[in-house]
T-cell receptor, first 105, second 115 residues
């Protein structure tokens, strides 16, 4: 199956800072999604982005399908952004190990 | 739109019992549904993929006789953990998709604890 590598594994930011999370795929994927998992385990869908760039408020994502990677940008981070961010890709989403983000006041 | 409902959200039961988890797409028809398992501090691991009316396709290492999946309609899939043991305790999450080039929508998950 498709291997998904996420970086960085852990990230600590001060409120207001910007960050970039990365996802690399071992093969091309037709489906690609970014999620935020909250402390209760709920997966919040952030973007469905097999290619191109999308923006939603302070979040944006870019997928370069030909180079098999995707980036998630978080601008002006807030404490509520804390949690684990997962990317997944493939016919059935295969997930990376996630990036654990902590935003401090 | 695109809501997936999963029940129950929490189950505690004795070793040896069977547990059924339901996954429903509430406002769309799901041609494909997926079941994942997540251990604490780990990623989501795909267990199986099911298409309506067909047998589920299990990932390598997942016991099909232990984890029975039924996808009887375009809005309902069930996962039955048979003769559950403590090592089956985990967080199980389902997802559903309307079409191949469509996003997967996830349920809120089921926390299963086997005593």
């Amino acid at each position: 199956g498709i291997q998904v590598e996420q970086s960085p594994p852990d990230l600590i930011l001060q409120e207001g800072a910007n960050s970039t999370l990365r996802c690399n795929f071992s093969d091309s994927v037709n489906n690609l999604q970014w999620f935020h998992q909250n402390p209760w385990g709920q997966l919040i869908n952030l973007f469905y982005i097999p290619s191109g760039t999308k923006q939603n408020g302070r979040l944006s994502a870019t997928t370069v399908a030909t180079e098999r990677y995707s980036l998630l940008y978080i601008s002006s981070s807030q404490t509520t952004d804390s949690g684990v961010y997962f990317c997944g890709g493939g016919y059935a989403l295969n997930f990376g190990k996630g990036t654990s983000l902590l935003v401090t006041p | 739109g695109a809501v997936v409902s999963q029940h129950p959200s929490w189950v505690i039961c004795k070793s040896g019992t069977s547990v059924k988890i339901e996954c429903r797409s509430l406002d769309f028809q799901a041609t494909t549904m997926f079941w994942y398992r997540q251990f604490p501090k780990q990623s989501l691991m795909l267990m199986a993929t099911s298409n309506e009316g067909s047998k589920a396709t299990y990932e390598q290492g997942v016991e099909k006789d232990k984890f029975l999946i039924n996808h009887a309609s375009l809005t309902l899939s069930t996962l039955t953990v048979t003769s559950a043991h403590p090592e089956d305790s985990s967080f199980y999450i389902c997802s559903a998709r309307e079409g191949i080039s469509q996003p997967q929508h996830f349920g809120d998950g089921t926390r299963l604890s086997i005593l």
